[in-house]
């Protein structure tokens, strides 16, 4: 496999539900995000983790949790979620170089669509 | 904080069409320059980049350049395809920042007709 793979690609749940949706990236990055995209508004960056650890948590609520095991893997477990937070999730990686950040470009996976009941 | 603006869609357009997408930006530094290109059901990739004041980036006939003075970033294509219909998004990257965060504008829906 090659790039960035996300499971599931489509998600139904409903308020109550616990589930997951994974990200695996086959790139040798360092660096992996969550992004949310939702109709008619910008892509938001929810999460950021370089070398494994959180550097960046854009005032997400509670109701999503990441988990970065390794720097291959990112989760992201949803849990009493809200009708309005049905969107396509995006993972995506990249390599940090240093503190400066690097060239800057994201390697994007395909995106869970999720849709809360 | 920085922030990218770019034209709302969609953009309908006939084949062989000229195609221009504007994009401008506001960032306390020097950021680099991004567009992303999303085909349906699927996720974004990278189309062009640009990383320092009058770069040009270029990549399957489209065409960007870095203009410091007037903070954009503008997308064009001399003769488009019906494959490229897809939304295109403006980004860009703080490099001063940890890591390498992009801030996207809001994306335009282009829609190209045979």
């Known amino acids: 496999e090659t790039g960035v793979t996300q499971t599931p690609r489509h998600l139904v749940m409903g308020m109550t539900n616990k589930k997951s949706l994974k990200c695996e990236q086959h790139?040798?990055?360092?660096?992996m995000y969550w992004y949310k995209q939702s109709a008619k508004k910008p892509l938001e960056l929810m999460f950021v983790?370089?070398?494994?650890?959180?550097?960046e948590n854009n005032s997400v609520p509670s109701r999503f949790s990441p988990e970065c095991p390794n720097s291959s893997h990112l989760f992201l477990h949803l849990h009493t979620l809200q009708p309005e937070d049905s969107a396509l999730y995006l993972c995506?990686?990249?390599?940090?170089?240093?503190?400066?950040?690097?060239?800057?470009?994201?390697?994007f996976g395909e995106g869970s669509r999720l849709t809360v009941l | 904080g920085d922030s990218v603006t770019q034209m709302e869609g969609p953009v309908t357009l006939s084949e062989e069409a000229f195609l221009t997408i504007n994009c401008t930006y506001t960032?306390?530094?020097?950021?680099?320059l991004f567009w992303y290109v999303q085909y349906p059901g699927e996720g974004l990739q990278l189309l062009l980049k640009?990383?320092?004041?009058?770069d040009k980036g270029s990549n399957k006939g489209f065409e960007a350049t870095y203009r410091k003075e007037t903070t954009s970033f503008h997308l064009e294509k001399g003769s488009v395809q019906v494959s490229d219909s897809a939304v295109y998004f403006c980004?860009?990257?703080?490099?001063?920042?940890?890591?390498?965060?992009?801030?996207f504008g809001g994306g335009t829906r282009v829609l190209v007709k045979p």
């Open positions: 995506a990686s990249s390599q940090v170089t240093g503190f400066r950040g690097g060239p800057g470009e994201l390697f």
């Open positions: 790139l040798g990055h360092n660096a």
């Open positions: 983790y370089n070398f494994k650890e959180q550097t």
């Open positions: 960032a306390t530094g020097y950021p680099s």
């Open positions: 640009a990383t320092k004041a009058d």
């Open positions: 980004a860009l990257s703080d490099p001063t920042a940890a890591g390498n965060k992009l801030t």
